[in-house]
């Protein structure tokens, strides 16, 4: 069956702009997940989806970063005024529950970079 | 003290050997531990999980996990090229709204 999509693969942006980073998680799977991956910070969690629950925010690093997940399935991370700490692979993953036991698949992320 | 610690590497070993990695986490009340494993380049593909004490075995691979010593391990019996990657152990901590707290990975490179 089809994984975790993300789109764009890759976006280069002028710092200062915002973008829109989309996630299509695998069908039925109720809770969704951002991450980021940077050389210097290792892969770390920003954002995390429970079916119609308010999301859990603790990870985003600054209030530029925001995050909805429309329907219950698709989620799109917006990052306002882009900086250039801000260069990373974003990643999505998606689990059936949001149990302790409850594994998480990514998607291929999307890579990008802050002129 | 980080909360989940990996070996940075990088780990070489021969074509067929067995390669170890290891992974120790600082909360005590921990459950779910995972390995994913990456190639550069690539997104984090599950490997294995393990929630219970012991070994768990899965084709080449072997979990294992000791909770009193805070210490979970991958093994990788006949390694193969194939199998050089960077190997990620991820932790849900307990308290955590279920996001994966991920070691800073183990470069693995399997020679020829």
């Known amino acids: 069956g089809a994984g975790v999509s993300q789109s764009p693969s890759n976006k280069v942006t002028e710092k200062g702009k915002d973008v829109e980073l989309r996630c299509d998680p695998i069908s039925g799977h109720t809770a969704l997940y951002w991450y980021r991956q940077s050389l210097g910070q290792g892969l770390e969690f920003l954002i995390y989806?429970?079916?119609?629950?308010?999301?859990?925010k603790s990870g985003l690093p600054s209030d530029r970063f925001s995050a909805e997940r429309t329907g219950g399935s698709v989620s799109t991370l917006t990052i306002q005024r882009t900086q250039q700490e801000d260069s990373a692979v974003y990643l999505c993953?998606?689990?059936?529950?949001?149990?302790?036991?409850?594994?998480?698949?990514f998607g291929p992320g999307t890579r990008l970079t802050v002129l | 003290q980080k909360e989940v610690e990996q070996n940075s590497g990088p780990l070489s070993v021969p074509e067929g050997a067995i390669a170890s990695l290891n992974c120790t986490y600082s909360d005590r009340g921990s459950q779910s531990f995972f390995w994913y494993r990456q190639y550069s380049g690539k997104s984090p593909e599950l490997i294995m999980f393990i929630y219970s004490n012991g070994d768990k075995e899965d084709g080449r691979f072997t979990a294992q996990l000791n909770k009193a010593s805070q210490y979970v391990s991958l093994l990788i019996r006949d390694s193969q090229p194939s199998d050089s990657a960077t190997y990620l152990c991820?932790?849900?901590?307990?308290?955590?709204?279920?996001?994966?707290?991920f070691g800073s990975g183990t470069q693995l490179t399997v020679l020829p």
């Open positions: 991820a932790v849900i901590l307990s308290g955590s709204a279920r996001q994966l707290t």
């Open positions: 989806f429970q079916g119609n629950s308010a999301p859990d």
């Open positions: 993953a998606s689990s059936f529950l949001a149990g302790v036991f409850d594994t998480q698949y």
